[in-house]
């Protein structure tokens, strides 16, 4: 296989969607909307007509959403009871919308219909005028793949128990999907999304025990789990944002962290190890006012070293799982353009990123760094994945990035003309073709002493070796973009 063929096995169609696409690339048509003051006869007429599931109700202008009607509410509240479809559609309609706006995921679309039990996303502009409807069936068929009836069972889980078997369904059904074929960027996705819910869910049912301090906080995801990137086997990785004066931080976290740190111990329970870094919201060192974090970011950029460097780099993939999104988001709005005002600390980053190569000999043989206990392995971790992850975080961080993923990050340095449209593809595919291997590879019966991103190449069928070697060569690519942006030696 040359190269070129190998870039082509690598080119597999990608989901119409990723979980970072804004939720105006799903919007596709204008809404269909009827006045507060109309009838179900007449909201059904326009439902046949329209051929929709769903009508918005609206103030008399036609601007603001009040509620929506379905053809499940027409069953539960109309035809069952027996009601008269002359009745006011304001009478059976369901209030109590949940909205996003247009630049709002995919992923908080998906997340937030999983973790209210609603089937659709009323999406609005920043003045509260109706945009659009989102429906379930929009965003990857999640009907189809039982994605909600496992995120019922996480909404439903009242203790430690029921919290563990969610964390199971959570893990078969990743399985399940695995088996069928699903691509990488899709799956983890999919499980990316059960886990903020189980842990929205953990979070919920420890505040009831606990009692934290009334203060409006963000709990955040780190690392992988900040890039939508979590394997079978990771780690836990969070922090929490918290907003008080210099005052009164010491005493709020000095009742945050107890908290926090029993939802750590859940999650380990549930089968999210503790970090072995102690990089949690339960360590008082992540458990910080916004103006902590600031300070803190601060000095890893204007005064970085070698460990700062190595421990900070997850830290730049924070996402908002629970709680005051807003903290987060201010948070990554103060910090973008002061990381990209900095290049000597993107050198640094890019610098420190070079240091791991990909597994290659000059003939484009696997090379091995021969473990003792592990001969003849790999390590689709630290010399796979984490090679694209890091190089993106770098270009993402240098052109003011919001999103954290690594493909949304490579797609966006693709705008500023870092590749050509095949290249980009064959990055992003080799990228996703890796982690799809770690995947596989996690979630076989494996000897427990085996760390789970080390595989034999020699176990691979021949078409999976060649196109992981194709795969790996997409990474140096990669990096010899860094090489060039900050005229580095390679």
Not at 158 to 166: N, S
Request: charged share 20%; proline share 7%.
């Amino acid at each position: 296989m040359n190269a070129s063929q190998s870039s082509r096995a690598l080119e597999t169609a990608a989901p119409r969607l990723s979980a970072y696409s804004p939720l105006s690339a799903v919007v596709r048509r204008t809404p269909v909307t009827v006045p507060l003051q109309a009838t179900v006869r007449e909201a059904l007429e326009l439902l046949e007509r329209s051929r929709v599931g769903s009508v918005v109700v609206t103030d008399p202008a036609g601007r603001v959403p009040l509620g929506i009607f379905t053809l499940q509410d027409l069953l539960r509240r109309v035809t069952l009871p027996g009601g008269d479809l002359q009745q006011p559609i304001a009478g059976v309609m369901t209030g109590g919308l949940i909205t996003l706006e247009p630049q709002a995921s995919v992923h908080q679309a998906v997340l937030a219909m999983a973790r209210h039990g609603v089937r659709h996303v009323v999406v609005v502009d920043g003045e509260g005028r109706l945009v659009g409807v989102v429906t379930q069936g929009d965003l990857f068929g999640l009907q189809r793949v039982g994605v909600k009836e496992v995120s019922d069972e996480i909404r439903a889980a009242c203790d430690l128990k029921g919290l563990q078997g969610a964390a199971a369904s959570v893990r078969r059904l990743a399985d399940g999907l695995l088996a069928q074929g699903i691509g990488a960027e899709t799956l983890t996705h999919f499980v990316s999304t059960l886990n903020d819910l189980l842990t929205i869910r953990v979070i919920e049912l420890t505040s009831d025990e606990c009692d934290p301090p009334p203060v409006p906080l963000c709990w955040i995801a780190l690392g992988s789990e900040g890039r939508l990137e979590q394997t079978f086997s990771t780690d836990q990785d969070n922090a929490l944002i918290f907003d008080a004066d210099a005052a009164s931080a010491p005493r709020l976290r000095k009742g945050l962290v107890p908290f926090a740190r029993a939802v750590n111990e859940k999650l380990a329970a549930c089968g999210y190890p503790l970090c072995a870094s102690n990089v949690m919201a339960g360590n008082a060192s992540w458990c910080l006012t916004l103006e902590e974090w600031r300070r803190t970011f601060t000095r890893w950029i204007h005064e970085p070293d070698p460990q700062a460097l190595l421990g900070a780099a997850i830290f730049f993939d924070f996402r908002p799982v629970y709680g005051n999104a807003a903290l987060a988001e201010r948070l990554r709005e103060w910090l973008l353009p002061v990381v990209a005002s900095r290049p000597v600390f993107l050198r640094l980053l890019a610098e420190k990123a070079l240091e791991h190569r990909p597994p290659l000999g000059v003939l484009r043989g696997f090379v091995y760094d021969q473990p003792r206990d592990f001969p003849h392995t790999i390590d689709l971790k630290s010399s796979g994945s984490r090679l694209f992850a890091d190089a993106a975080r770098i270009l993402g961080l240098a052109h003011k990035v919001p999103d954290t993923s690594t493909a949304q990050r490579l797609r966006a340095a693709d705008e500023a003309g870092y590749f050509g449209p095949r290249t980009l593809s064959a990055i992003i595919e080799g990228f996703h073709f890796i982690h799809l291997q770690r995947l596989r590879h996690q979630s076989r019966p494996r000897n427990p002493r085996v760390p789970p991103n080390r595989i034999d190449p020699r176990e691979l069928n021949g078409l999976d070796r060649r196109v992981l070697k194709e795969a790996l060569r997409q990474a140096s690519v990669l990096q010899a973009c860094l090489v060039r942006e900050y005229e580095l030696r390679y």
